[in-house]
């Protein structure tokens, strides 16, 4: 099973989320995805599989099945191809910033057609 897990919002460090996440933290670093990210009303962002970049951080976990198991409920996912989902839990290879690529745990929406309606594309691939 894999120990790391990508975050491009919320949980990141200095943001709202971050302490859920902090008690499994063993290190983190900055990274991109290839992807699209989407600044969402609520204030939380979203990103899906695209041509762009996502920037955020690779943590590296320990405890990795509790720590998914608390991540699981924060970012509404149930399971595979569950209806319920918010974002799924997929892994996607990630490139750190010394250009090594590593395979992350990442949450992506799940419902990408109606991202463009609800959410604002932010093509610098950052989410402040």
């Known amino acids: 099973m894999l120990n790391r897990i990508f975050v491009y919002g919320t949980l990141k460090r200095n943001f709202c989320n971050h302490d859920i ?5 063993k290190s983190a670093t ?18 899906i599989d695209g041509d762009g970049q996502v920037i955020g951080e690779i943590f590296e976990l320990t405890d990795i099945e509790l720590a998914l198991a608390v ?4 970012e509404d ?27 992350a745990y990442v949450y992506l929406w799940a419902s ?16 402040k």
Do not use: T
């Open 112 to 127: 990408p057609p109606e991202l463009e309606k609800v959410g604002k594309c932010l093509v610098d691939g950052i989410w």
């Open 77 to 103: 996912y149930y399971g595979p191809n569950c209806r319920k989902n918010l974002y799924d839990r997929v892994i996607r290879d990630v490139s750190l910033i010394n250009g090594e690529k590593v395979s």
């Open 30 to 47: 900055s990274a991109e995805l290839k992807g699209l990210i989407y600044d969402l009303p609520v204030g939380y962002p979203a990103a």
């Open 21 to 25: 996440v902090k008690p499994f933290l």
């Open 71 to 74: 991540l699981d409920r924060l």
